[in-house]
């Protein structure tokens, strides 16, 4: 098992960037995370044209096709030798000169990111884990659309860092409005009367690659399902909640600001929603590793 990263097309154990690079003094980078199952890549096509989306929000050129980007993936997995793996695509401005204006940055970094995935304990999804409502409030979507997968992530560093003082594994933003929008690197759904419901797009979040799984899933399997606005109040009356992301999947949620939801246990909904996930990687991801990203 090993580390190995990929930058603009060369493997190294180790690599750096320009201190000049305007992704470190700026924030201005795109990014994605993609794990294996199976040793197989999952949902690139999903996550690359996510990427791509990212991109053309902040008018970043993106120097590769999909199909480069699958073949670089591809041979970065192979040489890192892992069982599993953890992906991490970065696209950044470039160097440039000590300004804001990108205007001097005339070549992108593309770095691909590859190191033995290390999973969540066992416990958080026979348990639950607890997160709590924080006060840090999600990025205003007509400021800096959290819709965007940018490497500018401080605004949930904050919310982490309130979630940590209060003692929860993760923090639960609301928006400017005062409706739930998302944890620090999850979106979250909860239960309520049968019903699935979830913040929507509108609400300022990321269109988590899970999240339309589970959504496509949800509807597929027969479950009621309602995107919309919800204040805080909605999910203290949950009778269930999870969380979902690349590297969580599905994580049930059975504290809400230190207090049970329902009997402080994974309800049957999040249970079934985990089986039907799994049951959809071991279709899709446990045979040979396929030759297109396409």
């Known amino acids: 098992m090993s580390t190995k990263i990929n930058l603009n097309g060369q493997i190294l154990e ?10 470190f003094l700026f924030g201005d980078s795109i990014y994605e995370v993609i794990c294996t199952h199976n040793g197989q ?9 996510r990427l791509r989306q990212s991109a053309f929000a902040i008018s970043l050129s993106i120097p590769l096709s999909d199909e480069q980007f699958w073949q670089e993936i591809q041979r970065t997995v192979r040489e890192s030798a892992n069982p599993e793996s953890y992906i991490r695509i970065v696209v950044t401005r470039g160097v440039g000169e000590i ?40 990025n205003f979507k007509e400021a800096l659309n959290p819709g965007i997968k940018t490497g500018n992530y401080l605004n949930n560093v904050l919310a982490k860092l309130e979630a940590n003082q ?36 509108e609400c300022g979040i990321l269109d988590g690659i899970t999240r339309q799984v589970i959504l496509r899933l949800a509807r597929e399997n027969g479950f009621l399902l309602e995107e919309g606005q919800w204040p805080p109040e ?18 049930p949620v059975t504290l809400l600001d230190g207090r049970l939801i329902k009997d402080g246990k994974p309800g049957p909904v999040t249970i079934k929603l ?9 279709k899709e991801y446990g045979q040979a590793v396929k030759g297109s990203v396409s």
Do not use: W
């Not at 180790?14 to 992704?23: E, K, P, R, T």
């Not at 804001?100 to 999804?125: F, H």
């Not at 203290?236 to 969580?248: C, D, N």
């Not at 985990?274 to 071991?282: F, G, K, P, Q, V």
């Open 166 to 201: 209060l003692g929860a594994k993760d923090a639960l933003m609301l928006n400017s409005m005062g409706y739930l929008t998302e944890c620090t690197t999850s979106n979250i759904f909860f239960i309520r009367e049968g019903r699935i419901m979830t913040p929507s797009l």
């Open 274 to 282: 985990m089986s039907l996930y799994h049951d959809l990687l071991e």
């Open 14 to 23: 180790d690599a750096s960037i320009s201190v000049f690079d305007h992704g």
């Open 41 to 49: 890549p999952c949902f690139v096509k999903e996550h690359l044209h």
């Open 99 to 138: 300004d804001i204006d990108p205007g001097s940055c005339t070549r992108p970094n593309v770095l691909i990111y590859v190191t033995p995935l290390k999973a969540y304990p066992q416990e958080d999804y026979e348990k639950g884990i607890h997160i709590a409502l924080v006060s840090i409030k999600r």
């Open 234 to 251: 909605e999910i203290q009356l949950a009778e269930e909640a999870f969380i979902t992301g690349t590297l969580k999947q599905i994580m």
